[in-house]
T-cell receptor, first 114, second 109 residues
């Protein structure tokens, strides 16, 4: 089975621009979550999608939005980029969002905002 | 969200056991204790999880205190490849993982 893949691996944008990051979940997984990891910090939960519906959101502004597609792949969109948005963005998939399920993470997209 | 407390860093010698502690005094009855690790330049990797009983898998063992307010991740024989940041996380039925700072494990040859 294929793992979680994210694209692109690296991205450079300027302040004010918009960006779309993509994630292909592991085969058979219907739940995708996104995390932001600033340098030297632990990942922070952005939001989670279950069967194409957002079912959980962290403390991030509305300019962070997402989609989950019928094949359970997902996108993270960030509008009006700010310098502080520079971070590693991680996608994780799982069979459900139950508390005893394990998450499988991709290697992330490193976003730099100049 | 229930929180966990871990030491910032620990050191171990190669091929010796490592015990990584975690305190979670505000754990609720249905929270699962999860451990993930993150190697440099990679996404987090699942290690082990449990609810009340001690758990073993091919990577590690998880010892859970009887009152569930603390747990210990045990790596039986540390290798250089085990050098990573280890995160202890309480997972509730919302599905989200709340990461703390984790414990940076250094393994000395």
């Amino acid at each position: 089975e294929t793992g979680v893949t994210q694209s692109p691996t690296h991205l450079i944008k300027t302040r004010g621009q918009q960006v779309t990051l993509r994630c292909s979940s592991q085969s058979g997984h219907n739940t995708v979550s996104w995390y932001q990891q600033a340098l030297g910090q632990g990942p922070q939960f952005i939001f989670q999608y279950y069967r194409e519906e957002e079912n959980g959101r962290g403390n991030f502004p509305p300019r962070f939005s997402g989609l989950q597609f019928p094949n359970y792949s997902s996108e993270l969109n960030v509008n009006a980029l700010e310098l502080d948005d520079s971070a590693l963005y991680l996608c994780a998939s799982s069979s459900s969002y139950a508390e005893n399920e394990k998450l499988f993470f991709g290697s992330g997209t490193q976003l730099s905002v100049l | 969200d229930a929180k966990t407390t871990q030491p910032n860093s620990m050191e171990s010698n190669e091929e010796e056991p490592v015990h990584l502690p975690c305190n979670h005094s505000t754990i609720s009855g249905t929270d699962y204790i999860h451990w993930y690790r993150q190697l440099p330049s990679q996404g987090p990797e699942y290690v082990i999880h449990g609810l009340t009983s001690n758990v073993n898998n091919r990577m590690a063992s998880l010892a859970i205190a009887e009152d569930r307010k603390s747990s210990t991740l045990i790596l039986h024989r540390a290798t250089l490849r085990d050098a990573a940041v280890y995160y202890c996380i309480l997972r509730d039925n919302t599905g989200k993982l709340i990461f703390g700072q984790g414990t940076t494990l250094q393994v000395k040859p």
